[in-house]
Every structure is written in C-alpha cells, then in structure tokens.
C-alpha cells in the first residue's frame, strides 16, 4: 500500500524517450529488408561514350547494350532472353588488332564472319541476326 501511495509519475522526457524507442523497435520489426526483386547476378551496362577510347587503348569491353544474367543461368537484353553469351574472337583481314564479340544467342555455333557482318559492316539485312537468335552486346579490339 504505502509503494502504491508514494509513486511519482516518471518525468515528461522519460516518457516521450520511451515512446521514440518503441515505434523505432516497432518500424525496425515490422518492415522486411529489401529483396533482389530482379533476380540478376551480372550486369553490364553501356560503355559512356567519354570513356570508349580509353578502353580500347586499355584492350578493355566496351558495351554497347545493357544486359544481365539471370538467376536461371540465361542471359537478357533488351526483353529477349538467350542462353549463351559468347565471345567470338578473330582479325578483319589487314586490320591492325584482332576483334572480340560478345555474342548472346540462342545459337550455339556462331562463327566470326557472321559476327563481323552482323556488327554493323554488312550493308546484307540478311547478315544480321533476327533479335531472337543473337545480338552483340560488346566488343574489345587488342594486339
């Protein structure tokens, strides 16, 4: 009795100090972290156009289009999905430095003429891939 009789009440900041504390508590289990909700491992992102050069000097990738990998395994851009990505590596007859291609495609047998021809070279519709088959993402030019 006499306890019951002789209790104060806490001070003002003491209980405005524990309400903070509670709906800080609350906010903290209440709320789910962050979740990869688009399920990529690797993603490339377009070469900005200030550093191209640099990375064909440093015999370096440069991306043309974005593109990921999948969680499946299977690789993305630009809405298609492709289950290979390919590098295709050859030399343009008397070009000083040799080509590498990165290829997606649905094709596992692409050769580097038809990679070539496919990049932008062929003035042939018919030497460039249907976006369902392949698409070139990249390339890289070295010695």
């Known amino acids: ?9 806490p001070a003002f900041w003491i209980i405005v100090a524990v309400i903070v504390a509670c709906v800080a508590v609350a906010v903290c289990f209440l709320t789910n972290p962050p979740s990869n909700t688009h399920n990529y491992s690797e993603v490339y992102e377009v070469t ?9 000097d440093n015999e370096e990738f440069v991306y043309q289009k974005s593109h990921y990998k999948a969680a499946d ?19 343009l007859n ?3 430095k040799s080509t590498t291609y990165i290829v ?3 094709l596992k047998d692409i050769t580097f003429d038809q990679t ?4 932008g ?3 042939l519709m018919s030497d460039y891939f ?7 993402v990249g390339n890289k030019l070295f010695s």
């Open 48 to 56: 900005p156009t200030d550093d191209i050069q640099e990375k064909y």
């Open 73 to 91: 395994g299977t690789w993305v851009c630009e809405g298609y999905t492709y289950k290979y990505r390919l590098e295709i590596t050859g030399r």
């Open 94 to 96: 008397n070009a000083a």
């Open 104 to 106: 997606l495609s649905n």
């Open 116 to 119: 070539w021809k496919a990049s």
């Open 1 to 9: 009795m006499k306890t019951i009789l002789n209790y104060k009440k």
């Open 121 to 123: 070279l062929s003035s």
């Open 130 to 136: 249907d976006p369902e088959d392949a698409v070139i």
